[in-house]
């Protein structure tokens, strides 16, 4: 069986590679980021907690659109990935020190 000589390096730094990478980053990190967001919005605005939830999830879209325009404005997708889930992660961390 012979396997075709690809140039890994090429085509890992191809331009459709980097499109689905930095899709990927807004469609899964962008979830996580607006997810997160929400989770911690419902908790520290200061209203009854079914209003809350409410405003927390109107304004998550905001931040899961803010967060693919973010994947397909930085250089590289490999600082969209990064930005994008360092942000959620420390949401989460406030999450679990507010609750």
Known sequence: ???PNLN?????????INIMSRSFA???AGYLVAATACGLLALIIPLPAAQS???AMMLSFSFYATAAI??????TSWQA????LVIG???YIII???N
Request: glycine content about 0%; cysteine-free; charged content about 15%.
């Open 1 to 3: 069986m012979v396997l």
């Open 8 to 16: 890994w390096r090429a085509f890992i730094r191809s331009q459709a």
């Open 26 to 28: 807004a469609i899964f």
């Open 53 to 55: 939830a409410l405003t």
């Open 70 to 75: 973010w994947a397909f404005s930085v250089r």
């Open 81 to 84: 990935w990064r930005d994008l």
């Open 89 to 91: 992660a420390t949401f």
């Open 96 to 98: 679990l020190w507010v």
